[in-house]
């Protein structure tokens, strides 16, 4: 992970200069340079007093990523460099550490400087790694942020169960350290690529025998690290995730165990190595064909999470995104990145949207509330980790404090409610039950931490009165020791007779008594002379001892004593890590289930129907993103009958690829739980969404090489499977016009005959509408524009058959070519063409196409037949059935 041009030898591991003079050093730096030996890929920030410091090539680095000053430290074997970053405010200046590269290993001081007799103790408590981050200054709210590890097909122990079971899967386990969330799965190389994009991880460890993976999506990045090879180990792997899972080798593959083993370790050597981690306490094994797969070509193009530079730089997440809390939206993008496949769970979230779409006052109540949640993933590790503070146990507690009142919203579906009584889905049921309010929990952080604490959990003021007696106790011989101080002065110029005495106190000295010079004469026999100053002397008497003896002490035994009720308190939190991590999921869910029903209804989506025979039928599609912007958006139809292939022609800027993306948008919101934007749609389950963008038109992306697009194409030949929806977008337009035809020409065929998958193709190459003619299930589909004197308005709405043709000239004129060239472009198109006048067409002769190219009604009629479910259906629905297939047969 060497970065930013420097030595990294050096930068990390015991500093050359120091090495050699090791045993000569001072204490304090021969603790440096063996905490330097044992964290060798670190950089190791030091804590001395209230600055991490950095010294020798450390130094120089940081001093010149975080601009801070370079200064020397001395030492009887010469000067060393030096430079330090304030601990107060370390997140800032780790950040360009972590950018340029570095791991970096924090080194605290363990024991009080105060008691510590001679050197401090000092041990590295984290280790800072992009994938490990759990600092919130450092993290982004919204997003996981996942370390992940792969395990490679060859077993590095070479046990016969390895070999036997390992075959040639790659296992892939990825956890996010700030909230807990662990994933495991396997697959072949391929699967594991895609599924590195869908997670991207900030930071991946790979296995010495482990593929090599890179990202290849833009806004997708990840360091890899090396990572101590024996962790990789089946047997140690399978022990360490032992300790998190009961039974994982029944339930872990090979390949899974040594990838979710070696990230267990690593993210154990990030905390503290102190053991396991209690807060990842859900390492999940699942499959990647328990998803919607979409692959980075897909992802991309869609526009899902990363924006190509079109529109206005929205996403679909971005555009989808009424969440209001971090959990909520962490789980939408999860969401969205993995959609369902499973037609009971789809329904079940179509089910819970309906119902909130249908109660404004119950969504906006819920909304309300979730608005003030804080993020209980990482609150809940931060209590794990016994790093949260008071202030962090009374915002689990604020959020608990919400629970009750989501649980009464949830639960207002009584007859009595003024909206109606819509009956309660199953899946709101569910999270109702789900919303655990963790009454002891909340009642113990109540009763033990002040409402408003300090930060600080040293300085007491975090225990509440009534917690506990001892502490009750000494606080309140602290308050009687300052209340006898306080009315001390007025008892002492009582019996003195000395006017202007005072009682002050100091950091140095403690409680005095001071006396100007003129009164010195007055003082009393038992003050004692504790300092001199110009024109005073400051007295204390042995009664004024005695009480401040026991206020410093009875203050600093509460503050300990507060101390340690606090990690009471917080460990007893921590162990219910469990419960509050299953509320946190329930609150996520419910944030992105009533994020899509506000967007379901202030934009007018409808609920999908998830349909079995494969067939997508959208009336009245529009395009998530692009009708946001565009007020005059037209939306259209779609009828894909499972396998059929769509081969879509029109003028550029018609509207083609826009249309094919919200089809395939509507396929994943419909998966992911969302309503869509149609006036109705049904909807198959498809296992794959595949999107291929001719090279040209993929600028953005970089790549836009020939080689690339049919790379790409060549993935979709092998992998389509008759669940897929295919979109191909001008394929073969990075090459000769003759080439390009053919080739396209035969991925048609191939896709038609091999793979039967349902496929929209987008294409300038007039000539494949002819493939309608020859293949049962391809048709033809339409932009249509209109032209008045020569100008084109287009109509952004499809219809049957091809079109006739492609206003190429007409875009040109607008666009500005000069007359004449545009005149003699006419005289060549009619030389060419004589039989097909580039005619006027207008929407009235496009529906005349309609029907011609359909798949044989014959088909439909009977696919129609086979689907009805006769134990269900009432003789009325027979009879109207039979009517309607008697009309299509008609109509034929
Ligand atoms: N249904 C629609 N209603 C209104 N505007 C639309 C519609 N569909 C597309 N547009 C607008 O038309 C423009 C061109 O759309 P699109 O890129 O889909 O065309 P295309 O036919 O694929 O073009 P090309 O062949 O040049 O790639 C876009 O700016 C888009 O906003």
């Keep these: 992970m060497a970065k930013a041009g420097i030595d990294e030898e050096s930068v990390t591991g015991v500093p050359p200069s120091m090495a050699p003079v090791a045993h000569e050093l001072t204490p304090m730096l021969t603790q440096y340079v063996e905490l330097c030996a044992d964290h060798e890929d670190a950089l190791v920030l030091f804590q001395v007093g209230d600055f991490y410091e950095a010294f020798c090539e450390a130094a120089e680095a940081v001093a010149r990523i975080c601009e801070v000053t370079l200064t020397q430290r001395e030492d009887s074997t010469g000067e060393y460099p030096m430079a330090g970053i304030p601990i107060d405010n370390a997140a800032s200046y780790l950040e360009p550490l972590l950018e340029a590269g570095y791991r970096v290993a924090i080194a605290d001081q363990v024991e009080d400087a105060e008691e510590a007799t001679g050197l401090v103790d000092r041990a590295v408590t984290q280790v800072i790694t992009p994938g490990t981050i759990v600092d919130d200054e450092l993290l982004d709210s919204g997003a996981a942020n996942y370390v992940a590890a792969v395990a490679g097909t060859k077993p590095t122990d070479g046990t016969a169960e390895s070999r036997a079971t390992d075959g040639e899967l790659v296992g892939l386990a990825a956890v996010d350290v700030s909230t807990g969330e662990c994933l495991v799965t396997d697959g072949d190389r391929a699967t594991i690529a895609e599924e590195l994009q869908r997670i991207a991880p900030a930071e991946l460890l790979r296995s010495p025998d482990a593929p090599e993976f890179s990202p290849d999506t833009a806004g997708v990045d990840w360091d890899v690290n090396a990572y101590d090879p024996a962790a990789f180990e089946l047997d140690r792997a399978s022990d360490r995730l032992g300790e998190y899972v009961t039974d994982p080798e029944r339930r872990f593959s090979p390949a899974q165990r040594r990838a979710a083993g070696a990230v267990l370790a690593y993210a154990e050597y990030t905390q503290g190595d102190d053991g396991p981690l209690e807060y990842v306490s859900r390492a999940r094994r699942y499959d990647t064909r328990d998803h919607l797969r979409l692959d980075s070509a897909a992802l991309r193009s869609l526009e899902l999470f990363e924006n190509r530079g079109s529109v206005d730089g929205t996403t679909l997440f971005d555009s989808l995104d009424r969440t209001v809390s971090a959990l909520g939206r962490r789980r939408l993008e999860r969401w969205l990145r993995r959609p369902l496949v499973d037609r009971d769970r789809i329904e079940a979230r179509h089910d819970a949207v309906a119902e909130l779409a249908d109660r404004p006052i119950v969504r906006e109540e819920i909304r309300d509330r979730l608005a ?23 915002s689990l507690f604020a959020t608990l404090e919400i629970v009750p009142e989501l649980r009464d919203a949830l639960s207002d579906g009584d007859a009595t409610d003024a909206e109606g009584d819509a009956p309660k889905s199953d899946a709101l049921e569910k999270l109702h039950d789900r919303l655990d309010p963790l009454a002891d ?3 113990l952080i109540d009763e033990a931490i002040a409402p408003d604490p300090p930060t600080e959990i040293t300085e007491g003021g975090i225990v509440r009165e009534g917690y506990d007696e001892r502490l009750d106790e000494l606080r309140a011989t602290e308050r009687d020791g300052r209340a006898w101080v306080a009315d001390l002065e007025a008892r002492e110029r009582d019996r003195t007779g000395i006017d202007s005495l005072k009682v002050g106190h100091n950091q140095v000295h403690g409680y005095y008594i001071e006396v100007t010079d003129p009164n010195l004469d007055r003082v009393p026999d038992d003050y004692r002379r504790r300092q001199t100053l110009k024109n005073a002397e400051r007295f204390y008497t042995p009664g004024l001892k ?16 507060e101390y340690e009720l606090f990690t009471d308190v917080r460990s007893s939190v921590g162990s219910e890590a469990d419960r509050i991590q299953a509320l946190a999921s329930a609150i996520a869910e419910l944030d992105a289930l009533a994020s899509f029903s506000t967007v379901a209804v202030e934009r007018e989506y409808v609920r999908p129907s998830v349909r079995s025979d494969g067939k997508i039928e959208i009336e009245g599609g529009r395009h998530p993103v692009v009708e946001r912007t565009n007020s ?34 509507c396929v994943v919101l419909a998966q992911s739980g969302s309503f869509v934007p149609a006036q109705r749609a049904r909807l198959p389950v498809v296992d794959r969404v595949f999107t291929r963008v001719g090279a040209s038109d993929d600028i953005a992306g970089g790549e836009s090489t020939f080689m690339r697009e049919m790379a790409e194409l060549t993935e979709v030949l092998h992998d389509a499977t008759p669940d897929s929806l295919v979109l191909l977008d001008e394929v073969g337009r990075g090459t000769a016009t003759t080439d390009g035809q053919a080739i396209a020409r035969a991925a048609v065929e191939f896709v038609h005959d091999e793979l039967e998958a349902t496929t929209l193709f987008a294409t300038h190459y007039h000539d494949l509408t002819t493939l309608a003619d020859e293949y049962e299930r391809v048709f033809n589909l339409h932009f249509t524009a209109t032209r008045e004197d020569g100008d084109v308005t287009f109509l952004h709405r499809v219809a049957r058959g091809p079109s006739s043709s492609s206003y190429g000239v007409e875009v040109a004129e607008m666009a500005g070519v000069p007359d004449p060239v545009v005149q003699r472009a006419r005289e060549f198109l009619e030389a ?25 009604s014959k088909q439909e009629v009977l696919s129609t037949l086979r689907e009805v479910d006769l134990a269900r259906t009432t003789p009325i629905e027979a009879l109207v059935t039979l009517q309607e297939l008697q009309e299509r047969l008609d109509d034929e």
Excluded at 374 to 389: F, H, K, N, P, Q
Excluded at 548 to 558: N, Y
Excluded at 832 to 856: H, I, K, L, N, W
């Design 832 to 856: 060419t063409d004589p039989g097909e006048p580039s005619r006027v067409e207008t929407a009235d002769a496009d529906e005349s196409g309609q029907g011609e190219d359909s798949p044989s």
């Design 546 to 561: 005695r009480r401040e003896d026991e206020i410093l002490g009875a203050a600093e035994r509460a503050d300990s004593l």
């Design 372 to 394: 003030a949640a804080y993020d209980l993933e990482r609150l809940v590790g931060r209590i794990s980790r016994g790093r949260a503070d008071a202030r962090d146990l009374r």
């Design 632 to 665: 005059e958006f037209v939306p259209n139809d779609a009828t894909l009958p499972r396998g059929s292939i769509a081969v879509i022609t029109g003028p550029n800027m018609s509207g083609k690829s826009t249309y094919m993306r919200q089809i395939a948008l």
């Design 441 to 443: 929990v909340r009642e």
